[in-house]
């Protein structure tokens, strides 16, 4: 049973009431904090590109396949962190620090069960999953090699994860930043070192890019725990909050599994646009790679604005502000087309120098500048998307996404892409315009349902 006892007062050392004052800027003090630590994240993955680039193009390959597999195991934790987001976020709106408190507790005991059994499928399933893809060997072998390092020390990702959500929901984001900042000034340290080789430490190749992600997550979370048990951020713990409560851990699982199944979903389609993608070579799937990792740069306002305005849109239900929840989206969905459009005019102009950044190969470079460039053509519509995945769920709405997301996928884009890939001249080319319309028609039904306003009415 969840408590309800304790309060949070409207200012004071608990924190901002951020159900008061200007909308603008409550949003930007919640979000930025995210969107430097997701794109310090971002950095370090094209970091981690560029070192591996220089292994050529099999690892990039053998490390983006890995990478959407990972994407998968992430996918569902991410579902989670919707659920733990929006039970934090409600309690914390409602002045119920006690329950809040409860409820992180009770995340971490979820998160430790989906590491443990990430951590058994890294240490007994990696090669079988990579020889799904049917990859050329020299591909495969690093596939392999990075993906059971990454999966059997998952764990420090899973709690990592865990301690940003609850923390960011509850109104708390410069403490999560400020570990990253740490964790992801270690990892651009000491990657190059054991991906390439030097001083006492030997050549390690795609392992260490693996083994540099591990000891850098699980750095964060030592530091978040600290953080979380010794009152240096909003919330508290104790160890009576981490007595299994099967009711709370329901309520937990009841808000977030549609988004983790929404993610499995989205999940499992990368890894159908990558099967279709690897009859066009390994160039090809280099070139998707790459433009991934540039993809996960780009769209970090997006999913820090998103983020934001989903913890506004949580606690201002809480607090019974549904018209404060409403403008809150529409001002995240504005700020983040803004920036998408001229984030896009200049990926436009400049596509193949930025493909030069990650290799020097020649094939590489004109494959990937070109699709570079088709992508910005749906790059407003994935901004729309990711930005609505993230505030919708902060009230505690997660069908809706989920139906949206699988659908845009699945019945739009995966279609489309095997379509024009096989059956017109556009080859390789028609996996890439398939995701640009993909991500518009998810754009034009994400603003029609948040416009209705039917989330407004969730009960958590």
């Known amino acids: 049973m969840v408590e309800t006892t304790g309060s949070i007062g409207k200012r004071g050392a608990v924190g901002r009431d951020w159900t008061e004052g200007s909308i603008i800027q409550n949003l930007w003090l919640l979000s930025w904090p995210v969107i430097v630590l997701m794109a310090l994240y971002s950095v370090n993955l094209i970091l981690e590109l560029i070192w591996v680039g220089k292994l050529g193009p099999a690892s990039i390959a053998g490390v983006g396949v890995g990478g959407f597999v990972v994407l998968l195991v992430l996918s569902v934790k991410s579902g989670l962190g919707a659920g733990e987001r929006a039970m934090v976020a409600r309690f914390i709106g409602a002045g119920e620090a006690a329950a809040a408190n409860h409820i992180a507790g009770q995340c971490f005991l979820i998160s430790a069960a989906y590491g443990a059994l990430i951590t058994l499928i890294g240490a007994l399933f990696t090669g079988p999953i990579i020889g799904l893809f049917g990859l050329e060997a020299e591909t495969a072998a690093e596939g392999i090699l990075y993906l059971r390092i990454v999966l059997i020390g998952w764990i420090t990702e899973a709690f990592w994860m865990t301690s940003f959500s609850v923390m960011q929901a509850s109104g708390d984001s410069l403490t999560p930043m400020k570990i990253a900042i740490i964790i992801r ?31 850098a997550t699980g750095l964060g979370m030592a530091i978040c725990l600290w953080a979380l048990f010794t009152g240096q951020t909003r919330l508290r713990l104790t160890l009576k909050d981490f007595y299994p409560d099967p009711q709370a851990m329901w309520r937990i699982l009841k808000v977030g599994l549609p988004v983790s199944l929404m993610g499995l979903g989205k999940a499992f389609g990368d890894l159908i646009l990558t099967w279709l993608l690897i009859p066009f070579g390994t160039t090809a799937l280099a070139a998707h790679n790459i433009i991934s990792r540039i993809e996960s740069f780009i769209n970090t306002p997006s999913t820090g604005l998103g983020t934001g305005a989903g913890v506004l849109v949580g606690q201002n239900l809480g607090a019974r502000q549904a018209k404060r929840a409403s403008r809150s989206g529409w001002l995240a969905m504005g700020l983040v087309a803004g920036f998408m459009i001229c984030c896009s005019v200049v990926l436009l102009l400049l596509s193949e120098n930025i493909i030069r950044f990650f290799t020097a190969d020649p094939d590489l470079v004109k494959v990937g500048a070109l699709f570079l460039r088709i992508a910005t053509a749906g790059y407003l519509g994935l901004c729309i998307v ?27 884009l995966l279609p489309l892409a095997y379509l024009l890939s096989r059956f017109t001249g556009l080859g390789v080319y028609g996996v890439r315009w398939a995701i640009v319309i993909g991500f518009t028609v998810g754009a034009i039904a994400y603003i029609t349902y948040f416009w209705k306003g039917r989330w407004k009415r969730k009960k958590v």
């Open 386 to 412: 990711l930005t609505m995945q993230y505030c919708i769920p902060g009230s505690g709405d997660t069908l809706a996404p989920m139906f949206i997301t699988i659908g845009a996928l699945w019945v739009v």
């Open 185 to 215: 000034v270690v990892n651009a340290a000491v990657c190059p070192f054991l991906v390439l080789g030097g001083w006492i430490i030997p050549r390690m190749g795609v392992s260490g890019a693996a083994i540099t992600y591990i000891v």
